[in-house]
């Protein structure tokens, strides 16, 4: 069974920075893509990142490039997503997703519960 | 990149059949064949409900189905239930190697 865990959300304040995790389990991790989706308070997805599985190819939304990054640890596993220089309007419930192809991120088969990031003074 | 194009709203009487339509470009819905439909309940995470713009995960009801043309994707629900009423997001890969979602639609089952 596919299992995705994401942890690191919190309340931090205007500016500030932080580190999600999504620890998976269930399924060859370094075969699949990996995302990170977003949804603010009341609103609709965003899709934020995306990262191949081997690491090498970061992808990111217009909205956040240069802010967040993305990488992953295949021998734990994990999805990272670093979070800097955050706004108000980066609060949100954020996802880690599965995409089932080794390189791109086509679509989302499998979702964590999410993490919520607050950004708040 | 900007969102696809959803209507905010569609519902529907138990029984009946809907559509969502999901608006995009060229360089993303009209562009390539990986339109993605995703269901969510309120609280909890999206489910993916069709893939590659017609195909059903393992475990998704026949209700429903996907469809394309041109620049625009549709999600057709038969046979409507209670347990439909949720929001629906489109997505789709795009040609910067990005990923986009719509603007959402709330199905209200009357």
């Known amino acids: 069974e596919v299992q995705l865990l994401e942890s690191g959300g919190g309340l931090v304040q205007p500016g500030g920075s932080l580190r999600l995790s999504c620890a998976a389990s269930?399924?060859?991790?370094?075969?699949?893509?990996m995302s990170w989706v977003r949804q603010a308070p009341g609103k609709g997805l965003e899709w934020v990142s995306g990262i191949s599985g081997s690491g090498g190819s970061p992808y990111y939304a217009d909205s956040v490039k240069g802010r967040f990054t993305i990488s992953r640890d295949n021998s734990k596993n994990t999805l990272y997503l670093q979070v800097n220089s955050l706004r108000a309007e980066d609060t949100a419930i954020y996802y880690c997703?599965?995409?089932?192809?080794?390189?791109?991120?086509?679509?989302?088969?499998?979702w964590g519960q999410g993490t919520l990031v607050t950004v708040s003074a | 990149q900007s969102a696809l194009t959803q209507p905010a709203s569609v519902s529907g009487s138990p029984g009946q059949s809907i559509t969502i339509s999901c608006t995009g470009t060229?360089?993303?819905?009209?562009?390539?064949?990986?339109v993605s439909w995703y269901q969510q309940h309120p609280g909890e995470a999206p489910k993916l409900m069709i893939y590659e713009v017609t195909n059903r995960p393992s475990g998704v009801s026949n209700r429903f189905s996907g469809s394309k043309s041109g620049n625009t994707a549709s999600l057709t629900i038969s046979g409507l239930q209670a347990d439909d009423e949720a929001d629906y997001y489109c997505s789709s890969y795009t040609s910067t190697t990005t990923n986009v979602f719509g603007t959402g639609t709330r199905v209200t089952v009357l």
């Open positions: 997703a599965t995409s089932p192809n080794r390189y791109n991120v086509l679509y989302f088969d499998f």
């Open positions: 060229s360089s993303d819905v009209g562009g390539y064949d990986y």
């Open positions: 269930g399924f060859s991790f370094s075969t699949y893509a």
